[in-house]
T-cell receptor, first 117, second 111 residues
Framework: GAVVSQHPSWVICKSGTSVKIECRSL??????MFWYRQFPKQSLMLMAT?????????EQGVEKDKFLINHASLTLSTLTVTSAHPEDSSFYIC?????????????FGQGTRLTVV | KQEVTQIPAALSVPEGENLVLNCSFT??????LQWFRQDPGKGLTSLLL?????REQTSGRLNASLDKSSGRSTLYIAASQPGDSATYLC??????????FGGGTRLMVKP
């Protein structure tokens, strides 16, 4: 399968600071990437869909000004948590899919554990 | 709106047992159905992808079936091993390449 690399795997930051998480597709071009949030013992909640060269599409209830998404190339999407607060502490996971209607298998990064203190 | 349900939520079995994990979805207009494995604190590993035109997929000891008309998929694990212990997630692929996840089944295989 394809490889998606997410960095960092964990980060601790102070309240009020911003944190950037990177998601890279290493061996394929991803026209679409997705960002998820996962709370302990719960399933994944889609936050936003990131499309290369255009604005991200956010799910209802997700603050676009707080969770900034940039998809500047076909292999890189970034999620920046701005002015982080303790309630933003969570596990964030990205996924990437090749373009086209037949290539919809999703490949996931390793996840990033964010702790805001 | 697509809703995906997985039963059971947790399962504990002795090593060597064959087991079945169930996944149901409300909207049968799916493109694909994908099964994942997640180890604690880790990302998701893709196990099997079943396209909407397919009935099943096999990989090693894993076999996944898909019945779109009834809105069901099952993941069959043969001869379970302690290393199979993880959370198993199914996800329905809908329009726009979007995934809707089930709540997962936490599997524990005891030596």
């Amino acid at each position: 399968g394809a490889v998606v690399s997410q960095h960092p795997s964990w980060v601790i930051c102070k309240s009020g600071t911003s944190v950037k998480i990177e998601c890279r597709s290493l061996d394929f071009q991803a026209t679409t990437m997705f960002w998820y949030r996962q709370f302990p013992k719960q399933s994944l909640m889609l936050m936003a869909t990131s499309n290369e060269g255009s604005k991200a599409t956010y799910e209802q209830g997700v603050e676009k000004d707080k969770f900034l998404i940039n998809h500047a190339s076909l292999t890189l999407s970034t999620l920046t948590v701005t002015s982080a607060h303790p309630e933003d502490s969570s596990f964030y996971i990205c996924s990437a899919q090749r373009g086209g209607p037949l290539n919809t298998e999703a490949f996931f990064g390793q996840g990033t554990r964010l702790t805001v203190v | 709106k697509q809703e995906v349900t997985q039963i059971p939520a947790a399962l504990s079995v002795p090593e060597g047992e064959n087991l079945v994990l169930n996944c149901s979805f409300t909207d049968s207009a799916i493109y694909n159905l994908q099964w994942f494995r997640q180890d604690p604190g880790k990302g998701l590993t893709s196990l099997l992808l079943i396209q909407s035109s397919q009935r099943e997929q096999t990989s090693g000891r894993l076999n996944a079936s898909l019945d779109k008309s009834s809105g069901r998929s099952t993941l069959y694990i043969a001869a379970s091993q302690p290393g199979d212990s993880a959370t198993y997630l199914c996800a329905a692929h809908n329009a726009g390449n979007m995934l809707t996840f089930g709540g997962g089944t936490r599997l524990m295989v005891k030596p």
